[in-house]
């Protein structure tokens, strides 16, 4: 999953770049201002500022480009622990589950921006506004909790993506270092030192504090996503052993939700879903653009499942490039690959930290903000590198932060937002089934962030200790 970059507007960026924007963003006392058709007529669309909007072809562009990233290029590992055709029923449903999730943050911004008479929100601002009109008056109270929270599993998620990012470099290196098929973690130099050996290179790439500068680079890696998947689709053909009908359908439980954790992290985009439905030139297309966006990146995470785990079997690793040959293309592809994982840990690291830096620099001078945007930007490329060194398990690493993280911020915030606003208008429905409904999506999400976030740290320390 590549990092949203459009959830927080880059000032520095020309008004007239074609990419998604937030509008509106920060710490506001919402409280209705119309109800009924008065809410429903709220024109949101005109009454946001004049700008460059995208297209839904454009905004599909966007999507895909957002929800695909490093995650995907390991998810054909995960096809192995859970088996062939149990992974391919399961990428499809929660594919289109996932899309669903995003349909209704989406939807219920579009019911919210009439009733507070505000023309876009940030995940965050949804949040904290669906708790201050909602009809749970003793949860009014923990709005900005809600706020806060959504704000921390941005965070988690794409600092952990950065960590998973640094591993898969690593792997990568120490595999064209060594000449050599099999990637262990010893050796010299060792998995950990060539993680640490980063450390440097990630802090200077971080210093980068213009979000256009990095922006372009992402152009290039939809490239190469693509330009790998079909070699992965040639690769696996040509060294294919075994017919897909003789993998085992299903292999384990645990296998089960470190699947789930993983194919959860390499589709979900719903941390860029108000982003792109705030750019657009008709918002009420956003549907459109789901479906669009969400079919080809089902296809794509498909791709290198089924034919990365068909193709290198049960010796696959992650990532998929490291399966290619040692022939002079599958090396290119290797260090481009490793390239534009590189860039996307700038890209996936500029999000949260702009997050974290809008609290952080209340405590300093604003003539000192230069220097300490740049010690704590150092500092927390440290911890990243420091926690990616401790724990080298790429696989189980993804899995733990799509369990985690994805299971609340994907499926059950945007269930429990809806039904918030959908409690007095339109109501609950026949037997309460909107109710039932946000349910049985918070059940699931709990399941998955319980279960699988405790399989996955589980063995992930086994691997790793």
């Given at each position: 999953?590549?990092?949203?970059?459009?959830?927080?507007?880059?000032?520095?960026?020309?008004?007239?770049?074609?990419?998604?924007?937030?509008?509106?963003?920060?710490?506001?006392?919402?409280?209705?201002?119309?109800?009924?058709?008065?809410?429903?007529?709220?024109?949101?669309?005109?009454?946001?500022?004049?700008?460059?909007?995208?297209?839904?072809?454009?905004?599909?562009?966007?999507?895909?480009?957002?929800?695909?990233?490093?995650?995907?290029?390991?998810?054909?590992?995960?096809?192995?622990?859970?088996?062939l055709w149990t992974s391919v029923v399961l990428t499809v449903l929660l594919g289109i589950s996932v899309s669903y999730c995003m349909y209704i943050l989406a939807r219920s911004a579009q019911k919210i921006y009439g009733r507070v008479q505000v023309p876009a929100m940030s995940y965050p601002d949804l949040a904290e506004a669906s708790l201050e009109i909602g009809p749970f008056a003793s949860l009014k109270k923990y709005s900005k909790c809600f706020r806060y929270a959504v704000d921390f599993i941005i965070c988690v998620d794409l600092f952990g993506s950065c960590c998973v990012y640094q591993i898969m470099i690593a792997r990568t290196m120490k595999q064209l270092i060594e000449g050599t098929d099999e990637i262990a973690t010893g050796g010299s130099p060792s998995l950990r030192q060539l993680i640490a050996a980063l450390l440097i290179p990630c802090i200077l790439l971080c210093m980068i504090t213009t979000l256009k500068y990095l922006a372009p680079f992402s152009i290039a890696a939809d490239?190469?996503?693509?330009?790998?998947?079909?070699?992965?689709?040639?690769?696996?053909?040509?060294?294919?052993?075994?017919?897909?009908?003789?993998?085992?359908?299903?292999?384990?439980?645990?296998?089960?939700f470190e699947f789930m954790?993983?194919?959860?992290?390499?589709m979900e985009g719903v941390g860029v879903t108000l982003a792109i439905e705030n750019s657009m030139e008709d918002p009420k297309k956003i549907p459109v653009v789901l479906v669009g966006g969400m079919s080809a990146v089902i296809s794509i995470a498909m791709c290198f499942g089924f034919f990365g785990y068909w193709g290198f079997g049960e010796k696959s690793k992650s990532p998929v490039t490291l399966n290619f040959p040692l022939e002079p293309f599958p090396i290119a592809l290797k260090v481009f690959m490793a390239g534009m994982i590189y860039v996307t840990f700038a890209l996936n690291f500029w999000i949260p930290f702009e997050l974290i830096w809008y609290y952080i620099k209340r405590r300093y001078q604003e003539t000192s903000y230069w220097i300490w945007e740049r010690v704590w930007r150092a500092s927390i490329v440290f911890i990243i590198t420091t926690v990616a060194v401790i724990f080298p398990a790429v696989t189980k690493f993804i899995g733990l932060i799509g369990s985690f993280c994805l299971s609340s911020m994907g499926f059950m915030f945007p269930a429990f937002i809806e039904l918030c606003l959908d409690w007095e208008d339109p109501g609950l429905g026949m037997f309460n089934w909107r109710l039932w409904k946000c349910v049985i999506i918070c059940v699931f999400g709990a399941i998955l962030c319980i279960v699988g976030t405790y399989i996955n740290a589980r063995e992930l320390f086994k691997e790793v200790f």
């Open positions: 999953m590549v990092g949203p970059l459009e959830n927080i507007q880059d000032e520095s960026d020309q008004p007239n770049q074609e990419r998604p924007r937030v509008i509106h963003r920060g710490h506001h006392k919402y409280e209705i201002k119309a109800r009924g058709e008065a809410a429903k007529n709220y024109d949101f669309n005109a009454a946001r500022p004049p700008g460059k909007r995208t297209t839904v072809i454009e905004s599909i562009g966007h999507l895909v480009k957002s929800c695909l990233g490093g995650g995907v290029v390991a998810i054909h590992e995960a096809f192995k622990q859970c088996g490239a190469i996503i693509l330009v790998v998947a079909g070699s992965t689709i040639y690769y696996a053909v040509k060294h294919q052993t075994m017919s897909p009908l003789e993998f085992p359908a299903f292999k384990s439980w645990p296998g089960l954790g993983v194919c959860v992290f390499s």
